[in-house]
């Protein structure tokens, strides 16, 4: 079933989660670097990748979001796309806490710096989480892609738009 939030049939959604996957994963090998290290250009690297993760990350929720609505209202994949936008959510939730940890270098040493890389490696862990959900509503339900022939479109169409008593397993 395709997205309405698509440039040229494209999905924007698949395409913006990249760049905020990669730096949330980013930030956290960047705090591993730190412990080892003790080099602070680390720590900050952390930190501003794990700021440009959380505004990358409501940059690609917007069409998410839109397809949330707008596709598997009432099917099959709609507990799988609750599930994958609240982890989403709450990767979010943990990079921005440890944000506020990390503010003003005070998470250099001690128990700061253990809270943001537990904070961090949480985030990176619930991301992967959110991430094969993402890939079971696109391979298994076959939400946001093109399909092959119109015939297949309507198919995916009607699996998508019918009732949740109506469902099959």
């Given at each position: 079933m395709r997205s309405r939030f698509s440039v040229a049939g494209?999905?924007?959604?698949?395409?913006?989660?990249?760049?905020?996957?990669?730096?949330?994963?980013?930030?956290?090998?960047?705090?591993?670097?730190?412990?080892?290290?003790d080099d602070r250009v680390w720590h900050d690297i952390s930190f501003w990748s794990g700021i440009g993760g959380i505004v990358a990350a409501v940059l690609a929720a917007v069409p998410g979001f839109g397809d949330y609505l707008t596709m598997a209202v009432d099917s099959n994949a709609r507990l799988h796309a609750t599930a994958h936008m609240l982890l989403n959510v709450a990767v979010v939730v943990l990079f921005l806490a440890a944000a506020i940890v990390m503010r003003d270098d005070r998470a250099l040493e001690g128990g700061a710096l253990t809270t943001t890389v537990i904070l961090h490696g949480l985030g990176v862990g619930l991301l992967a989480a959110a991430g094969v959900l993402g890939g079971e509503m696109v391979y298994r339900h076959h939400l946001a892609v093109i399909p092959d022939d119109a015939e297949v479109e309507r198919g995916e169409r009607e699996r998508h738009t019918r009732r949740p008593d109506q469902l099959e397993a």
């Open positions: 494209h999905p924007l959604h698949p395409l913006l989660v990249t760049v905020p996957i990669g730096l949330f994963l980013w930030a956290f090998v960047a705090d591993l670097v730190y412990l080892v290290s």
